[in-house]
């Protein structure tokens, strides 16, 4: 398994992979049939089993990175396979999977679908410094990873960037308005869908919940349908505002649905890390940005010469993510600060401001190009309760 002369360094993240239960990846056969060290035909998988190492193949290559499909025979479900990304640095850093920096194109280049692939498993824990769960509790992480022309070497585990909770202080809604207007999700009626699960979720309503998610996962074509991406933006807003009873509701709704019939693996992986509070580094810059500007001080609308420009800085890190995502994760994110919003503004009385008294319990994201800034044209409906109204800052 070392006989590669290039070897590139390598992180394994803490998290776990999703797991692959179809049997044919990308449309080729696995484990063809070769010819064992006794020269007999056997089938490529017993050879690598003899040695320790578990099969695997090349799920999807893409710009910057790939997805491998690894093996499981050992698992409690049955034989399965899990998908393992590798992430070079050009790709987004997903909350799971392996980090190569030094992975380019050239390396990219020497692969497609279907090509196969050896994954050795750390001998103990301790050669990774922890036993970080990248397929499941009972498998060993990856140390060694073979492709035909490079080889990966797992030299560490680290942990994946994770939203905190603060306080978002007497949030201006005007603002809030102009900058859910500029959001380009990839389903006309996402905000509507968003906006009765946030509402649904702060006022602890376990029927609505309940419906108001099975609405959303799923929703939309792709890997990551736009559904799936705007409730893990609702599970971060809950997360960053510290709104612990709403997630642990959302976080109890979501593991009672089959997700690997609702959705495709990948996105149900990353919704599970959201309610965790783990997303890419581009949503987690939007999230600061979009703090920074909605909680001003004072309170104070942006004046109209700068808003363009604050509303650059929340928009501009989702238009690195993908097609769509990055503004369907948001319109689940904005939609829980407009749910609030507007029941703030139905009860005077009440606080103006999410309260962050300590951080929630662990619970248990691609985005398409802007035009530019545009302001809206009407008021804005905006959520509340089961329905809509329109929502006026005070």
Same mark, same amino acid.
């Given at each position: 398994?070392?006989?590669?002369?290039?070897?590139?360094?390598?992180?394994?993240?803490?998290?776990?992979?999703?797991?692959? $239960?179809?049997?044919?990846?990308? %449309?080729?056969?696995?484990?063809?049939?070769?010819?064992?060290? *006794?020269?007999? &035909?056997?089938?490529?998988?017993?050879?690598?089993?003899?040695?320790?190492?578990?099969?695997?193949?090349?799920?999807?290559?893409?710009?910057? %990175?790939?997805?491998?499909?690894?093996?499981?025979?050992?698992?409690?479900?049955?034989? +399965?396979?899990?998908?393992?990304?590798?992430? /070079?640095?050009?790709?987004?850093?997903?909350?799971?999977?392996?980090?190569?920096?030094?992975?380019?194109?050239?390396?990219?280049?020497?692969?497609?679908?279907?090509?196969?692939?050896?994954?050795?498993?750390?001998?103990?824990?301790?050669?990774? +410094?922890?036993?970080?769960?990248?397929? =499941?509790?009972?498998?060993?992480?990856?140390?060694?990873?073979?492709?035909?022309?490079?080889?990966?070497?797992?030299?560490?585990?680290?942990?994946?960037?994770?939203?905190?909770?603060?306080?978002?202080?007497?949030?201006?809604?005007?603002?809030?308005?102009?900058?859910?207007?500029?959001?380009?999700? /990839?389903?006309?009626?996402?905000?509507?869908?968003?906006?009765?699960?946030? &509402?649904?979720?702060?006022?602890? $309503?376990?029927? *609505?919940? =309940?419906?108001?998610?099975?609405?959303?996962?799923?929703? %939309?074509? %792709?890997?990551?349908?736009?559904?799936?991406?705007?409730?893990?933006?609702?599970?971060?807003?809950?997360?960053?505002?510290?709104?612990?009873?709403?997630?642990?509701?959302?976080?109890?709704?979501?593991?009672?649905?089959?997700?690997?019939?609702?959705?495709?693996?990948?996105?149900?992986?990353?919704?599970?890390?959201?309610?965790?509070?783990?997303?890419?580094?581009?949503?987690?810059?939007?999230? =600061?940005?979009?703090?920074?500007?909605?909680?001003?001080?004072?309170?104070?609308?942006?004046?109209?010469?700068?808003?363009?420009?604050?509303?650059?800085?929340?928009?501009?890190?989702?238009?690195?993510?993908?097609?769509?995502? +990055?503004? $369907?994760?948001?319109?689940?994110?904005?939609?829980?600060?407009?749910?609030?919003?507007?029941?703030?503004?139905?009860?005077?009385?009440?606080?103006? &401001?999410?309260?962050?008294?300590?951080?929630?319990?662990?619970?248990?994201?691609?985005?398409?190009?802007?035009? /530019?800034?545009?302001?809206?044209?009407?008021?804005?409906?905006?959520?509340?309760?089961?329905?809509?109204?329109?929502?006026?800052?005070?």
């Amino acid at each position: 398994m070392r006989s590669r002369s290039v070897v590139l360094p390598a992180t394994a993240s803490l998290l776990p992979i999703p797991r692959i $239960d179809a049997a044919r990846v990308g %449309g080729t056969a696995l484990y063809p049939a070769t010819r064992d060290i *006794d020269g007999h &035909s056997t089938n490529v998988r017993q050879v690598l089993a003899r040695k320790g190492v578990a099969t695997a193949e090349v799920a999807h290559v893409f710009d910057g %990175g790939l997805y491998l499909a690894v093996e499981d025979p050992h698992s409690s479900r049955g034989p +399965g396979r899990h998908l393992l990304p590798i992430m /070079g640095s050009a790709a987004l850093l997903l909350p799971f999977g392996i980090s190569v920096p030094q992975l380019g194109r050239e390396h990219l280049a020497t692969l497609k679908v279907g090509t196969h692939a050896g994954v050795l498993p750390a001998a103990s824990p301790m050669q990774l +410094g922890s036993r970080p769960p990248i397929f =499941e509790d009972h498998v060993l992480s990856p140390r060694w990873i073979e492709f035909p022309d490079f080889a990966l070497e797992i030299v560490r585990s680290h942990r994946p960037l994770r939203v905190k909770t603060q306080p978002w202080w007497a949030l201006d809604s005007s603002t809030l308005a102009v900058l859910a207007s500029n959001l380009r999700p /990839g389903l006309s009626d996402l905000p509507s869908r968003a906006g009765v699960l946030a &509402s649904s979720l702060l006022n602890e $309503d376990v029927v *609505d919940i =309940e419906v108001g998610v099975r609405a959303l996962i799923g929703a %939309g074509p %792709g890997s990551t349908p736009s559904g799936d991406d705007a409730l893990s933006g609702i599970a971060l807003a809950l997360r960053s505002t510290g709104k612990n009873s709403p997630l642990e509701l959302l976080s109890h709704t979501i593991e009672s649905v089959d997700l690997t019939q609702a959705t495709p693996a990948l996105s149900s992986a990353l919704i599970r890390a959201a309610v965790s509070g783990h997303c890419v580094p581009e949503v987690a810059a939007a999230i =600061e940005a979009a703090r920074r500007l909605l909680t001003a001080s004072g309170n104070e609308t942006a004046a109209a010469e700068t808003l363009p420009i604050e509303c650059a800085a929340v928009l501009s890190p989702l238009d690195l993510v993908g097609h769509s995502s +990055g503004h $369907d994760l948001f319109t689940g994110f904005l939609a829980v600060l407009t749910a609030f919003t507007c029941s703030r503004l139905s009860r005077p009385s009440s606080s103006s &401001s999410f309260q962050s008294p300590r951080p929630p319990s662990t619970a248990v994201a691609h985005i398409r190009g802007r035009d /530019g800034f545009r302001n809206p044209a009407r008021t804005p409906t905006q959520h509340y309760a089961k329905g809509t109204q329109s929502c006026h800052a005070p």
